[in-house]
């Protein structure tokens, strides 16, 4: 899976499928990655009303194995992981001492003592030597399995039955942010209910030998229905429309969960000290004494797009500034997610505007997500 030569990017086990289907190829986190097949609006529409194929190879996969794994995964994030029901997954954050968020990830309980760590692609190295950094002490071993994995993904809402086609496997019964061995059209995978695009859909982490084969058969299985791949371009829009943050935009490390809003993925409660635990109480507590910016929606009332950087203006003051910004082919208008100060935080605040190349474009304030599935 980690191909390359010494100066260029990384290349996934589907590298010479993307290039065989014209893929426009991008450096993404040191990888070679495809950001889109053809029009990117086709595969966002694609994925929102059919299905869509990503490979997701560049994420980050870390094994925490041993008697003390649970303990250590405790220790070292702001999740109580230990509470994780083995065949679950849950979202949760790795911070500094400071609190500042170093990533966000999701843990898979793959058994009683082994978890599955994935770590965003530009953090994957950073978020590998904290956990082994603070191993020390614990009876656990932290595994760096990133050339372990080839991960695939299939979203929207013809992917249950695309994969029912291809694996017996009881997908009714699993839930979202649930995973379970299986095999999938032959392949050994873990299947887990999980995506960032706002629809239904499944990870498939199989190894780098099995990817090509597992693509196809997806591909097989899903021509019926309209199934298309899909670069990284519509991931981003997709995951902005359901309002999922994005490391480097959303969060860094100048921010804690509390100033993202995502203060509920820190548990004070769990036994045992945790890194980050005094700064994020006291963030806890300035949070509700002061608000801090909030992360809002906005919507365009015309067709400039915003971009990250971007200063969000009312009555000439600067009151915050864009995070994440793109067409959205789903409400046909630009859209925004941006931190914005408490008192502009209200959906349908009067006078908030976005400083577009010196002019203030007029921008609704909406609550978050712009876009939510019909279950």
Not at 97 to 104: E, F, M
Not at 136 to 159: H, K, N, T
Not at 231 to 249: F, I, N, V
Not at 328 to 352: C, F, N, Q, R, W
Request: net charge negative; aromatic share 6%; proline share 5%.
């Amino acid at each position: 899976m980690s191909s390359t030569d010494s100066a260029g990017p990384r290349r996934t086990a589907l590298d010479a499928l993307h290039r065989s289907l014209g893929a426009t190829m991008t450096d993404f986190a040191g990888w070679d990655m495809p950001l889109r097949y053809g029009s990117e609006r086709d595969e966002h529409v694609a994925v929102r009303t059919r299905a869509g194929l990503f490979d997701l190879s560049h994420m980050g996969e870390i094994t925490v194995t041993g008697p003390q794994a649970a303990g250590l995964l405790n220790h070292a994030l702001v999740g109580n992981i230990a509470s994780v029901g083995v065949g679950r997954a849950r979202y949760t954050m790795i911070c500094r001492a400071d609190g500042g968020i170093l990533d966000d990830l999701i843990v898979y309980r793959l058994a009683e003592s082994e978890y599955l760590v994935v770590a965003n692609a530009s953090n994957a190295q950073v978020v590998l030597d904290a956990l082994v950094e603070r191993a020390a002490g614990f009876d656990a071993e932290v595994r760096d399995d990133r050339d372990a994995y080839a991960l695939i993904a299939v979203q929207g809402p013809e992917s249950p039955g695309i994969l029912k086609a291809l694996t017996d496997a009881d997908l009714d019964g699993l839930k979202y942010y649930a995973g379970l061995p299986g095999t999938v059209a032959g392949v050994p995978a873990l299947i887990a209910r999980t995506g960032y695009t706002g629809e239904d859909g499944f990870e498939l982490f199989v190894k780098p030998e099995h990817a090509v084969a597992l693509w196809q058969a997806l591909t097989e299985a899903g021509e019926g229905v309209g199934l298309v791949p899909c670069g990284l371009s519509c991931r981003d829009t997709l995951r902005l429309e359901a309002g999922m943050p994005l490391y480097g935009h959303e969060l860094t490390t100048d921010l804690t969960p509390f100033d993202a809003g995502l203060g509920r993925v820190v548990k004070f409660e769990k036994e045992g000290d945790f890194v980050g635990r005094e700064a994020l109480a006291a963030a806890a507590a300035r949070s509700e004494q002061n608000p801090p910016r909030v992360l809002v929606g906005l919507v365009a009332g015309g067709r400039r797009i915003p971009r990250a950087g971007y200063q969000v203006v009312a009555g000439g003051e600067v009151i915050g500034e864009v995070t994440s910004g793109a067409p959205s082919p789903t409400l046909g208008k630009p859209i925004a997610m941006a931190y914005v100060d408490a008192a502009h935080a209200a959906p349908g605040t009067a006078g908030v505007g976005v400083d577009i190349r010196g002019s203030h474009e007029p921008y609704e304030v909406v609550a978050l997500p712009f876009y939510k599935r019909q279950k």
